[in-house]
């Protein structure tokens, strides 16, 4: 009866949500009236034409005025096939003017991707197709970084260009697809990708020059400078060339120029890092003259020169022209933008996703901080941590364009790195200014590189869910997410087999499967620009104060680590009081590898030797800041191998014991929990509860020939029932299918199974369910895109917490998808699990839980019973049967529904909906009357 209720209370608690969002953006099709004697096709065309005209005129201006009447001022709904590929290359023009003419990527990127929506619509594709949309959407991509997509992109554009004998076009893909391997960091693939399409036949001089351009490029990141500046030559030869039969007042020559001028600069880098400086700045003085008549004023050609200029100034020790290009580059790029002062910096509203804007926002935070080591003066130190604060600012309007987790690991891989060297400088700046809360300043950086994937992720689930959205669109976008992800893996799984057909035929579903998704995305952000601006604005750095208070609330300690090349941070905030303090590297990093192979075995080592390598971890990470630490109960945002390391196995003081049930563990004296970083521990999914209290699974898998028999998953799972109420599903119920129609109405899941980390790179993890089929493992992809409303996730599997360590992001792995997708604790396990010591703690565990106390407290007060069981031996107290299962997340404490009080929950919602439609009844009875 009660699930009658739920439609009839969401329509009345939510009337206008959808409408509301949808109507936001009004329909202008419907609007406008057309003008007379015109048909739409007729018009779309007349536009178009004269905005080419314009556009060959070199006035991009007046071309761009013509396509956005012809896009925004449409008199009704596009109608039959010709009207939309019409209308998709009205968008295809407009984007090439945003790209080619302005330097605006972002809105260039956008115009393709919805000719490419047009396109498919009325499934046109074609080698056009290809050539002005796939391409240069695939090149759009490698300047945000994102090179997986360009990557697939331009493979298809090649694959078309080929089976349509296009040679220039073929040349181009080469060009282009080298420049995706340059991107990533591959110099000897770009080079390859170059030379082949060098090595086609063709008497065309621009692609050529483009092709040595790009190879001269490849020869600088590969230090072949020699190599490289004869290239850059060949280039610019085969650009004068095509100059020489080209009208000087036609379109083409502007083209030519600008790929000249691209080369200049390249020889410039090339000239630079060869240490001939004077030849260097001659060239790229060369380039910038050119490109000050190409381009407008502000345009990202400008601004590289200038950081190319920058760059070699710095190299030849002249730092203070260094500075001042720093700043001319900023200048060229950034709209609204015009102060000449080094110490003003660009406001965060005015940053954009473009890479070059980031290279130069650091190079202006190393030379300001190079100032101040050789001149002195407090203010270049200062300048600097701002201008690496604005960095910041920036890599979040990156971030927010990158839909590829690979880019965007990638790029907290850099970001994380950066903070290194703005630390440094705070560090600095405390102990000058001691009394200036320079170590909040300090706790906020290294919180800003911390799990930034993992914090949109769960932003991005939380938003759409809060603002009520059912569209459909959007579980299409999860699905395609995970027909991806799955893709990605088994693509990696046919490189190992060196199957090159199934590779060939994984990696053409990966392309259609990716433009479906970049269109879908796209839609979303047109449709619903509400939640595009939640999930891009809440972005802004972690609040303190709020901060204070809720560690007031909960009595507790961060302990915020960084971890860098040769640094280590470590950044503690008290109810009362924060402070920054730098431990000493090489001792932590000589002893925490030592650590992580000492606890995940009990065969290594005895009492003593454990005690020994134990204890020098704590003296490197925990002794120098004891005195520091106010509360009992720490909150440990773990960074680089710490996502390895159980805190509360750690000795604290040395013992003469040879007996693991009498060492010194920190378990003892503190409560321990571990969050991805305090954006997470603010951001706890709090609104939204499940309905039901608790859920078991437990495929046991008596009978199976893949997976041993787990004989005390039933017993432990039965315990949560037993405290909470709720259901089971045991055995050859607890099929994948079975959890996944369940597990989002549940405040507590308990999952005890086999899983494992896959191979540690291609996020391929699994948790296996009822049945040895591979279609029964539940992959990690799937994990990131559920929709859960638990307090509590207990993952009692092996490996669970394990995955690849990404530099700032942490521990990519079956813990984080479920954190990822909306739950707010998560134990997980740290090696093999030991089901059979386990099912003894989570016996515990659920006692303590059941009595509303923490999930923390019950698990340290569950694992110091265990050890202190008369049960459990000398051998047994061993860490490695009882530090594997930690708990990640919020740590709130979870009052649970039972079935009672969710019942009543029901009939209280049934109440308020029949007073609310008892009026209605009775005016609509007595109106009948």
């Known amino acids: 009866m009660k699930f009658l209720f739920i439609p009839l209370f969401l329509v009345l608690l939510f009337p206008s949500c959808d409408s509301d969002e949808t109507n936001s953006t009004p329909d202008v099709n419907e609007q406008l009236l057309p003008p007379p004697d015109i048909e739409l096709i007729d018009w779309i065309v007349k536009l178009k034409k004269e905005s080419q005209s314009f556009r060959d005129n070199n006035e991009p201006e007046k071309a ?32 090439y003017i945003h790209e080619q003419l302005l330097g605006n990527y972002l809105l260039a990127k956008n115009d393709y991707l919805e000719a490419l929506k047009l396109f498919h619509s009325v499934n046109h594709e074609d080698f056009y197709v290809a050539r002005y949309v796939l391409q240069p959407l695939g090149n759009i991509h490698t300047r945000f970084g994102e090179n997986e997509q360009a990557l697939r992109m331009l493979t298809k554009f090649k694959e078309i260009s080929e089976e349509n004998d296009e ?62 500046i004869n290239t850059a030559l060949k280039g610019k030869d085969h650009f004068s060339k095509a100059l020489k039969n080209t009208d000087t007042k036609s379109y083409q020559f502007q083209l030519i120029k600008k790929y000249q001028q691209e080369t200049k600069k390249t020889l410039g880098n090339l000239l630079s890092e060869s240490g001939d400086y004077k030849s260097s700045i001659y060239s790229f003085n060369e380039a910038l003259r050119d490109a000050k008549i190409i381009y407008p004023r502000k345009h ?16 030849s020790e002249n730092i203070e022209k260094g500075l001042t290009h720093y700043q001319d580059a900023l200048i060229s790029m950034i709209p609204n933008f015009e102060s000449l002062s080094h110490f003003d910096n660009p406001k965060k509203e005015f940053l954009y996703a473009d890479v070059t804007i980031g290279e130069a926002l650091i190079g202006k935070a190393k030379t300001q901080k190079a100032l101040y080591d050789s001149i002195g003066g407090l ?13 910041y600012n920036w890599e979040k309007s990156l971030r927010n364009e990158h839909q590829n987790d690979n880019s965007k690991l990638k790029f907290a891989a850099i970001n994380h790195q950066i903070g290194s060297e703005a630390l440094q400088i705070i560090k600095e700046l405390d102990k000058i200014e001691p009394l200036n809360n320079w170590a909040e300043a300090g706790f906020k950086l290294i919180d800003q590189t911390k799990s930034t994937v993992l914090d949109q992720t769960r932003r991005r689930n939380i938003n759409q869910s809060r603002l009520n959205l059912n569209d459909s669109i959007f579980d299409d976008v999860r699905q395609l997410e995970v027909q991806l992800s799955l893709l990605n893996i088994e693509f990696n799984d046919a490189i190992l087999a060196g199957d090159s057909i199934k590779q060939s035929r994984i990696n053409k579903q990966i392309v259609q499967s990716d433009e479906k998704y970049q269109i879908l995305n796209h839609t979303i952000k047109q449709k619903y620009w509400t939640l595009s601006e939640l999930n891009s604005g809440q972005t802004k750095s972690i609040d303190i104060n709020s901060l204070k208070e809720e560690l007031k609330k909960s009595e507790s300690t961060i302990l915020n680590y960084y971890e860098g090349d ?116 603010l951001t706890d999914n709090k609104w939204k509860k499940g309905l039901k209290p608790f859920l078991g699974i437990a495929p046991i898998f008596k009978h199976n020939k893949e997976f041993s028999w787990l004989n005390h998953s039933k017993n432990e799972i039965k ?34 199974t086999h899983a494992d980390k896959g191979t540690n790179a291609n996020n391929d993890g699994w948790m296996a369910f009822a049945s040895d089929t591979l279609s029964n493992r539940l992959q990690t ?34 813990t984080a998808g479920f954190l990822s997708s909306g739950a707010n604790n998560v134990i997980t396990n740290l090696w093999q699990a030991n089901h059979s010591s386990n099912l003894q703690l989570f016996e515990a565990f659920y006692d303590n839980l059941a009595s509303e106390t923490k ?71 007595n109106s009948q009357t």
């Open 167 to 228: 040679v220039d076009a073929i040349a181009n893909a080469y060009n282009d697809i080298g420049r995706v391997h340059l991107n990533k960091g591959d110099g000897k693939k770009a080079i390859e990708s170059f030379n082949s399409g060098i090595s086609i036949e063709t008497d065309n001089h621009i692609n050529i020059g483009l092709l040595y351009s790009s190879l001269a490029e490849a020869y600088l990141y590969t230090t072949d400078l020699k190599q490289g």
């Open 719 to 752: 315990l949560g029932k037993t405290y909470f109420g709720g259901d089971l599903l045991v055995a050859e119920k607890a099929t994948k299918h079975n959890f996944l129609e369940e597990v989002e109405d549940y405040q507590i899941v308990h999952i005890s």
């Open 855 to 925: 999930p923390s407290s019950s698990l340290q007060q569950a694992k110091i019973k265990f050890i202190t069981n008369e049960n459990t031996n000398e051998l047994t107290a061993h860490p490695y049967y009882w530090a594997a299962p930690i708990l990640i997340g919020t740590d709130h404490p979870i009052k649970v529904l039972s079935s009672t009080s969710s019942n009543t929950i029901w009939y209280i919602v049934g109440g308020l909906i029949f007073i609310v439609i008892l009026p209605i009844l009775r005016k609509k009875r």
């Open 379 to 391: 203010n270049f130190l200062k300048a600097s941590l701002e201008t690496y604060l604005t960095y």
């Open 64 to 95: 761009l005025k013509s396509l956005n009447e012809c896009i925004s001022e449409v008199w009704r709904p596009l109608k039959g096939e010709e009207e939309h590929i019409q209308m998709g290359w009205a968008y295809v023009n407009r984007a």
């Open 300 to 315: 990202r050609e400008i601004g590289k020169i200038h950081l190319g200029i920058a760059n070699c100034y710095v190299k």
């Open 566 to 681: 040769s640094n280590l941070f470590v950044a503690i905030i008290n109810p009362d009081k924060t402070f920054l303090i730098q431990l000493e590297f090489n001792s932590y990093n000589n002893s925490v590898d030592q650590f992580i192979h000492a606890i995940s075995s009990d065969k290594i080592n005895g009492p003593v030797q454990y005690e020994n390598i134990s204890y020098s971890l704590y003296e490197a990470i925990i002794e120098p800041i004891q005195s520091q630490l106010s509360s009992k109960k720490w909150i440990i945002i773990p960074d680089g191998k710490m996502h390895q390391v159980p805190f509360e196995a750690l000795i604290h003081t040395k013992s003469e014991t040879k007996n693991f049930k009498q060492l010194n563990y920190l378990l003892h004296k503190q409560v321990i929990s571990y969050c991805p970083s305090a954006k997470f521990y």
């Open 781 to 814: 992809p799937e994990i990131f895109q559920l929709n859960l409303s638990s307090d509590l996730v207990i993952l009692n599997a092996c490996e669970t917490g394990v995955g690849e360590i990404f530099r700032g992001e942490g521990t990519r792995s079956i």
